[in-house]
């Protein structure tokens, strides 16, 4: 017999038994193994009421998936609702504005725009979920220049907890226009965005590596250079050891590297002369810094694209010194033996502090950096990294800010700072009086 949801919803209803469902539920991050009762593959805002309305009458909770890049924690009950059939992206080249289904990538979004001459502020993988990023606010390689992604959000449209359409803009319910920017989860689920888009004609940027011997060198010259960047320069350094595996450019295989990500819109010149102190700090064994298509920019960090297993655990700090580099460096510098595949600190600190009018949720806009560190080894994802992360976090303690953006969170909690906690748990409850979000 089919469920209940298969008569009201136009996309695929499917049960655990059903063929199609273990692919439905996959997320990118393939240690996450959901098993919800049923998924729902919307393909239209009227799906999703459907789903939400039968969910919240049902008493059953309602999960979103779109690519599972966030996937944490398994989805072991209730209506999984995916967004992949929600896609669709348009661009309005005279308002600069793209509208862009909930379903959508960054990679989609790019060519659309690029095509205009225009660029999204995106992040620095561009194979995540448009609507799932910009919840989180978005930290990207061009944090410093152009801040948090979602701060260029015009409106949201949202299915809320009861099953009702909204517009959230600063016009219409602008309460929940200033949760959805960056208060992530439990006030709706959102089916289409509308985004204002930038023009950076020209960019200069890529990655300096630096290898392990001159580690320490490259990095303290680093966290010492962050205190005076210029505004449009966004830096990141990740300590990080390239599997020996096929997929790896052989010069990098096995090798463990300090990978110095820089990105300036602006010209060669400009971006050479800002570059010029970061070539000085220790012998690379790899310039990969230039002139880069903006369009290319999801090519700085190079983040992996096919679903794997992984385990990501964030801090955000208040600020970073030597002595912050001394514990960083005691904790994932090389010859500690720690089981991370990439260790990043990226240095936020720029536009990134400036609110929108009307102030949004967005937790970190008072941080310095954000560090991350990744394990993809399945066997470790128990305990040998929760320990390891949790070793990092007590080394950098006394750097550690009160705020963590929950894009960055990994198998952490985010954290909001009280006021704006207080303030979203009452917005879910307006908006999801029922929980059927939570
Ligand atoms: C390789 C990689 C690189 C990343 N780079 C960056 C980066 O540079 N900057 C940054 O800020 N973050 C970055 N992230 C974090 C990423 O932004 C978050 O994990 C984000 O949640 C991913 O969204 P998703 O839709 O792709 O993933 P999903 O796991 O499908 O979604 C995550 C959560 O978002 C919510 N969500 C998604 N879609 C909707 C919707 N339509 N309506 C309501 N809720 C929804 C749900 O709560 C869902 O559980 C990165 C993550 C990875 C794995």
Do not use: C
Request: glycine share 10%; net charge negative; charged share 15%.
């Amino acid at each position: 017999m089919s469920h209940p949801l298969a008569s009201l919803i136009t996309g695929p209803v499917l049960t655990p038994d059903e063929e199609g469902f273990a692919d439905e539920v996959a997320p990118h991050n393939r240690a996450v193994v959901n098993s919800p009762d049923v998924v729902v593959g919307a393909t239209s805002t009227e799906d999703v009421v459907a789903a939400m309305r039968w969910a919240a009458e049902q008493g059953v909770h309602l999960t979103v998936l779109a690519t599972g890049h966030g996937a944490t924690t398994p989805v072991t009950s209730g209506v999984l609702l995916t967004t992949r059939r929600l896609g669709g992206v348009e661009v309005d080249p005279e308002a600069r504005v793209a509208t862009i289904g909930a379903g959508a990538r960054w990679t989609d979004v790019i060519p659309a725009a690029d095509a205009h001459g225009l660029n999204p502020v995106a992040g620095s993988s561009a194979n995540v979920g448009v609507a799932g990023y910009l919840l989180g606010g978005g930290i990207g390689p061009f944090a410093r220049s152009h801040g948090f992604s979602s701060d260029r959000v015009e409106s949201f449209t949202v299915v809320t907890g009861t099953g009702e359409v909204v517009e959230a803009s600063a016009d219409e319910h602008p309460d929940l226009f200033w949760g959805l920017r960056g208060g992530k989860v439990g006030l709706g689920v959102v089916t289409q965005v509308r985004v204002r888009l930038v023009a950076i004609p020209e960019l200069y940027a890529g990655s300096l590596f630096f290898d392990a011997e001159h580690i320490e060198t490259a990095l303290r010259g680093w966290i010492a250079w962050t205190a005076t960047a210029d505004a449009q320069t966004t830096t990141s350094a990740a300590i990080v050891t390239f599997p020996d595996l096929e997929v790896v450019p052989p010069h990098l295989r096995g090798r463990t590297a300090l990978t110095l990500r820089v990105a300036r819109p602006g010209d060669e010149a400009a971006g050479a002369a800002a570059t010029a102190p970061l070539r000085a700090l220790a012998p690379t064994f790899l310039d990969a810094v230039g002139v880069l298509p903006v369009a290319r920019a999801a090519e700085i960090h190079n983040e992996p694209v096919h679903p794997a297993p992984s385990w990501t655990r964030g801090i955000m700090l208040s600020h970073a010194d030597d002595d912050l580099a001394t514990a960083w460096l005691g904790a994932v510098g090389p010859g500690t033996d720690q089981p991370f595949v990439a260790a990043e600190l990226r240095h936020v600190d720029g536009a990134t502090g400036v609110d929108v009018p009307g102030g949004s949720a967005v937790a970190g806009r008072t941080a310095a950096f954000v560090a991350g560190v990744v394990g993809l080894d399945p066997a470790q994802f128990d305990t040998v990294l929760p320990a390891a992360a949790a070793a990092v976090a007590d080394a950098v303690a006394p750097w550690t800010a009160a705020e963590l953006n929950p894009n960055f969170a990994g198998r952490g909690a985010a954290v909001w700072d009280p006021a704006t906690a207080d303030r979203l748990q009452l917005l879910r409850r307006t908006y999801d009086p029922d929980g059927v979000l939570a």
